[in-house]
């Protein structure tokens, strides 16, 4: 598994990688739940995944959609907390993709989102 923090994709992995969250506020075994945070905004995912970490979920981070269809594909999760407006594939259109796969068509999902005041 990468324990990478997140990094834009020149940093050396491809941008549809999905990444465990390294700062584990506790050891949490393989037998824990896993949460799915689908978030492009580091500093919103890495708050996101640590208190789903306090609450005992183990987490994994995608920055897109891409990143988060790869991670649904690879261990389905247990919640997938999802922000909205995403690069490459909205929310809205990844939540329909996930669905229709039967391994997450009934996978909780907490959608999540920030609009911010135009510049």
């Known amino acids: 598994m990468n324990t990478q923090t997140m990094a834009p994709a020149h ?5 549809f990688m999905p990444m465990s969250h390294p700062g584990r506020p506790m050891s949490l075994g393989k037998d824990a739940p896993l949460a799915l945070v689908i978030e492009d905004d580091e500093s919103a995912a890495d708050i996101a995944a640590t208190m789903l970490n306090v609450l005992g979920y183990r ?26 407006h995403l690069p490459h594939m909205d929310g809205v259109t ?26």
Do not use: F, K, Q
């Open 59 to 84: 987490t994994r981070i995608a920055e897109d959609g891409h990143a988060a269809l790869y991670a649904l594909s690879e261990e389905p999760p247990d919640l997938i907390l999802l922000d909205i």
């Open 11 to 15: 940093a050396g992995r491809p941008h």
């Open 94 to 119: 990844l939540l329909r993709v996930a669905r229709r796969v039967a391994e997450t068509r009934n996978t909780p999902v907490v959608g999540c989102s920030a609009v911010y005041p135009p510049s």
